[in-house]
């Protein structure tokens, strides 16, 4: 038997788990007769017995994962899971391997970036399709097996920490990480049980209420239109998105700790949540006051109400537009990516090296200004009222540092394919960032079917490196990983 059998073993497990997802799909498009049928009747076929499979050549390895199993295996899930996702892409809309397997990474990472146009006119249960992936990659398809997999035999403890974003990786809600899931699960379920409820309400249909909604508590951003938020030309639910766009930018152990408490004191405490709503608000005000005084919009009203939903849109990582700001001077563009960098929360939906390393590495860089004066003080970096070890500022500037020469590496590689730096830079931080459109040939009105297939491949790479969290991947893709 390899030593990577127990990987393999829980692969197949969560492949067959993966291939449920599938039956809300197909039985849509046999309910409303769409024409996709015969794909969704392969790609589930296809799908369970690849994961039983699995499952079944391995099934009498079951020995508890360790940290390494835990790496191979979240990196494994978020690479396997998608070619799946794309069969119906391949199937019912005739996509290439590449352009198909973009978007299912795309969903599944809750990025948002597409190739497809003319999604008014998709079959429903394509457009049910891509939402429903990019619910489930939203919160990550890793806790949910967390919850379940020990159930069947195997600890998630290692894959949990594999998979969770944050520095503080050892913080848990609960005792038992299986409760931790569980717990994540339901204020996730409860939010998008509102947000649907609250779309519906403002005017939506319910097929657009519950795709949106999959799309927003996600901060995906993908959407029934091709004109996204701007189809429905509605302030309400334009009020409603950006509601529940902040409330998945902050961690959900916030939400969960709020829940449980019945008290809103967990907000307080929380030192991203302050940080994350008072820099966007900022933020709006700020490009609402450039764009109106640049002649883009006539009146400050119109102004502030496109400055608000885009800077939250963008900056949570969601990629929903109303307009093409990509048409909006270059400023209001580049500042808004720059705040999808790091503007969510860890443990929110959100991508981006999220505000607490952002906090931590702005508090690291103040320590030193500090010390260069006063050699000899003693100066402690603290969030949230807690010091912060030194193993985790390590951690974060090591983490700081990966991230901007992964921006800048494929950036370089994209230019050097001969796209404008504009289009090469925005594809990348759109990317890794998991935020959707950039700017250029790939802002807010176009799709990413303009890149090449190898320029796409770079974004896919992008896309998964960012969703998790750089190190899960590259340490994978080291030497000594593989050596025993």
């Known amino acids: 038997m390899t030593r990577f059998a127990p990987v393999y073993r829980a692969l197949g497990m969560v492949i067959m788990l993966f291939s449920l997802t599938l039956l809300a799909p197909l039985i849509l498009s046999y309910a409303v007769d769409d024409g996709a049928q015969a794909a969704y009747d392969e790609t589930f076929g296809l799908t369970l017995l690849s994961g039983?499979?699995?499952?079944?050549?391995?099934?009498?390895?079951?020995?508890?994962?360790?940290?390494?199993?835990?790496?191979?295996?979240?990196?494994?899930?978020?690479?396997?899971?998608?070619?799946?996702?794309?069969?119906?892409?391949?199937?019912?809309?005739?996509?290439?391997?590449?352009?198909?397997?973009?978007?299912?990474?795309?969903?599944?990472?809750?990025?948002?970036?597409?190739?497809?146009?003319?999604l008014d006119s998709l079959p429903m249960s394509i457009n049910l399709w891509r939402h429903l992936t990019m619910w489930f990659g939203g919160m990550g398809l890793i806790v949910l097996a967390v919850a379940i997999l020990p159930l069947l035999g195997i600890g998630g403890r290692q894959m949990l920490m594999a998979e969770i974003p944050g520095p503080m990786k050892d913080a848990r809600m609960t005792p038992r990480v299986a409760e931790t899931a569980k717990g994540l699960w339901l204020v996730y379920v409860g939010i998008t049980i509102a947000c649907t409820l609250a779309y519906r309400w403002a005017g939506m249909s319910w097929f657009d209420a519950v795709c949106h909604t999959f799309s927003t508590v996600s901060l995906g951003g993908f959407s029934t239109h091709d004109a996204s938020f701007g189809h429905f030309g509605s302030a309400s639910i334009e009020l409603i998105a950006i509601v529940f766009m902040l409330f998945s930018g902050i961690n959900?152990?916030?939400?969960?700790?709020?829940?449980?408490?019945?008290?809103?004191?967990?907000?307080?405490?929380?030192?991203?949540?302050?940080?994350?709503?008072?820099?966007?608000?900022?933020?709006?005000?700020?490009?609402?006051?450039?764009?109106?005084?640049?002649?883009?919009?006539?009146?400050?009203?119109?102004?502030?109400?496109?400055?608000?939903?885009?800077?939250?849109?963008?900056?949570?990582?969601?990629?929903?537009?109303?307009?093409?700001?990509?048409?909006?001077?270059?400023?209001?563009?580049?500042?808004?990516?720059?705040?999808?960098?790091?503007?969510?929360?860890?443990?929110?939906?959100?991508?981006?090296?999220?505000?607490?390393?952002?906090?931590?590495?702005?508090?690291?860089?103040?320590?030193?200004?500090?010390?260069?004066?006063?050699?000899?003080?003693?100066?402690?970096?603290?969030?949230?009222?807690?010091?912060?070890?030194?193993?985790?500022?390590?951690?974060?500037?090591?983490?700081?540092?990966?991230?901007?020469?992964?921006?800048?590496?494929?950036?370089?590689?994209?230019?050097?394919?001969?796209?404008?730096?504009?289009?090469?830079?925005?594809?990348?931080?759109a990317s890794i960032n998991n935020t959707g459109p950039g700017l250029g040939l790939v802002g807010p009105a176009t799709t990413f079917a303009v890149l090449g297939d190898f320029q796409t491949w770079v974004c896919i790479f992008a896309m998964l490196l960012g969703r998790l969290e750089i190190f899960t991947l590259l340490v994978v893709l080291t030497p000594a990983f593989w050596r025993k």
């Open 52 to 118: 039983t499979f699995l499952w079944y050549r391995y099934r009498r390895c079951k020995r508890e994962l360790n940290i390494r199993d835990g790496f191979l295996l979240v990196v494994l899930v978020w690479t396997v899971l998608p070619a799946f996702a794309a069969l119906p892409y391949m199937l019912q809309l005739g996509l290439t391997h590449t352009d198909a397997y973009f978007e299912a990474v795309s969903g599944l990472t809750a990025t948002g970036a597409t190739v497809l146009s003319g």
């Open 252 to 429: 959900y152990a916030t939400h969960f700790l709020a829940l449980t408490g019945r008290s809103l004191r967990a907000y307080v405490r929380d030192a991203e949540a302050a940080w994350f709503v008072g820099i966007l608000t900022l933020s709006a005000l700020a490009i609402a006051h450039y764009i109106w005084k640049d002649g883009v919009y006539d009146d400050m009203d119109h102004a502030f109400r496109s400055a608000l939903f885009h800077v939250i849109s963008v900056a949570t990582t969601t990629g929903y537009s109303t307009t093409d700001y990509g048409q909006w001077p270059l400023f209001a563009g580049l500042w808004m990516l720059f705040l999808c960098s790091f503007a969510t929360s860890a443990g929110s939906t959100g991508g981006g090296i999220k505000m607490m390393r952002a906090l931590l590495l702005y508090k690291q860089v103040y320590r030193e200004l500090v010390r260069a004066m006063h050699p000899a003080a003693v100066y402690h970096v603290r969030l949230g009222g807690q010091v912060a070890p030194q193993p985790v500022l390590f951690a974060v500037l090591a983490f700081g540092f990966i991230y901007m020469v992964s921006i800048v590496s494929l950036t370089l590689l994209l230019a050097f394919t001969g796209l404008d730096i504009v289009t090469a830079f925005s594809a990348v931080v």
